[in-house]
């Protein structure tokens, strides 16, 4: 079966400190692989999407960048962090075919201070 | 583009009394519909989605929601909630074609459910 895991689950970080997250999936093969951000009472905003090694697509203009450096791995990196990054970050993945749902891992909740 | 609305950001309900959480779309393309539940600190879990046929669709935990094109719409409902169902639930769409599967959510509406 298919798993995604997701880490830190937690993180506090300074102003101006870097930022990487790591995001890998197991049990299939080129899936597209998204991270978002849940800031509170706001849902879930889509920061970046990937459809296969070295493709990535942002959606929101920011300090944040990510990459995929292997079929089944999406990292989610800053060199600066600023205040507003704060927030819950989702990894998520879902099959190529049309019709499937996206799973999503457990998070990780990053506090800049 | 797509768009979600979910028109409650909470909803307080007592147990087993009956809930409707709702949501409505946006979009000039056919779309797959989907209800997300949120427990705190965790990811998204999969309640039910609706991709075509029956617009009645059932998921887990005694949870339903059926699609209406005409007033696009796809409210989720449970006849009888209990205190575990306290959550927060996302609506979300995405476009029943093309490369990239990009789920658009709502806000979300927090489902509090008191004794």
């Known amino acids: 079966s298919q798993t995604i895991h997701q880490w830190p689950a937690t993180l506090v970080q300074p102003v101006g400190s870097p930022l990487s997250l790591e995001c890998t999936v197991e049990?299939?093969?080129?899936?597209?692989l998204y991270w978002y951000r849940q800031a509170a009472g706001r849902g879930l905003q889509l920061l970046f999407y990937?459809?296969?090694?070295?493709?990535i697509s942002s959606e929101v203009p920011q300090n944040l960048s990510a990459s995929r450096p292997q079929d089944r791995q999406f990292i989610l990196s800053s060199k600066k962090l600023l205040l507003s990054d704060s927030g819950f970050y989702l990894c998520?993945?879902?099959?190529?075919?049309?019709?499937?749902?996206?799973?999503f891992g457990q998070g990780t909740r990053l506090t800049v201070v | 583009a797509q768009s979600v609305t979910q028109l409650d950001s909470q909803v307080p309900v007592f147990e087993e009394a009956p809930v409707e959480l709702r949501c409505n779309y946006s979009?000039?393309?056919?779309?797959?519909l989907f209800w997300y539940v949120q427990y705190p600190n965790q990811g998204l879990q999969l309640l039910l989605k609706?991709?075509?046929?029956?617009?009645l669709v059932k998921g887990i935990n005694g949870f339903e929601a059926e699609f209406n094109k005409s007033q696009t719409s796809f409210h989720l409902r449970k006849p009888s909630v209990h205190i575990s169902d306290t959550a927060e639930y996302f609506c979300?769409?995405?476009?029943?074609?093309?490369?990239?599967?990009?789920?658009?959510f709502g806000s979300g509406t927090q489902l509090t459910v008191l004794p």
């Open positions: 990937s459809v296969g090694i070295g493709q």
């Open positions: 979300a769409v995405s476009l029943s074609s093309g490369s990239a599967r990009q789920l658009t």
């Open positions: 609706y991709l075509s046929g029956s617009t």
């Open positions: 979009s000039s393309v056919s779309v797959y």
């Open positions: 998520a993945w879902s099959a190529l075919t049309p019709n499937t749902e996206a799973f």
């Open positions: 049990g299939t093969s080129n899936p597209n």
